[in-house]
């Protein structure tokens, strides 16, 4: 996987973000510097790997990454300013917990708002082409996973722990059946029976 290739010799980020479109809590990004030239034959977008092979890229990534942070933008900031905003803000707290200063940042996607000056990038498919973002989007899903599995302890009955807050058939039913948890995300469309609706994912 090529890095970003207008910008050799400069200090790139990738940035990533898991959750968008959950019903249940926070959304979560991850900024990654990654030394150059760094491979793994399993790094790619994480809706393309199995989870067994997302906790060894974890690992990887966290031990060989010049520099990653993690942010969080919590459910009821998502309620409050809408889940676009909130993917954003999540990033820009993700590339605040960086030591390093990049010098471009790349995002997957299509949207973001600048941040400090440094010039960024966004590119639809991000996660499936470029190492940083993959990267990027190995540590948001999985550091995401394991805080919705932490949930499930509380709330087992709507199977986060699984599901991970998506809109699954069952995730829906346990809605309909229990009501809404202090985790849903009041502004979404949390009693939509439409199985067009459902969200694949990956256990």
Not at 71 to 84: A, C, M, R
Not at 93 to 118: H, Q, S, T, V
Request: aromatic fraction near 10%; include cysteine; proline fraction near 4%.
């Amino acid at each position: 996987m090529p890095d970003f290739f207008a910008f050799e010799n400069n200090i790139i980020c990738g940035c990533d973000e898991a959750g968008r479109g959950c019903l249940a809590g926070p959304v979560v990004a991850a900024a990654v510097i990654l030394p150059d030239n760094l491979y793994h034959p399993l790094l790619n977008d994480s809706k393309q790997v199995k989870k067994t092979d997302r906790e060894i890229l974890r690992d990887f990534i966290v031990n060989n990454a010049l520099d990653f942070g993690v942010g969080i933008v919590s459910h009821q900031e998502i309620d409050e300013i809408n889940i676009l905003k909130a993917s954003i803000l999540a990033m820009h707290r993700a590339i605040d917990g960086l030591k390093m200063r990049p010098e471009i940042l790349i995002i997957d996607g299509n949207k973001f708002y600048p941040y400090r000056r440094i010039p960024h990038q966004c590119i639809i498919k991000g996660d499936s082409k470029y190492t940083q973002i993959s990267a990027a989007s190995i540590l948001a899903k999985t550091y995401r996973d394991d805080m919705m599995v932490k949930l499930s302890k509380e709330y087992a009955e709507y199977q986060w722990d699984i599901n991970k807050g998506y809109p699954t058939k069952s995730h829906r039913a346990a809605i309909q059946k229990y009501g809404i948890t202090p985790y849903h995300r009041r502004s979404f469309r949390l009693f939509k029976e439409n199985d067009s609706d459902l969200i694949l994912f990956e256990k």
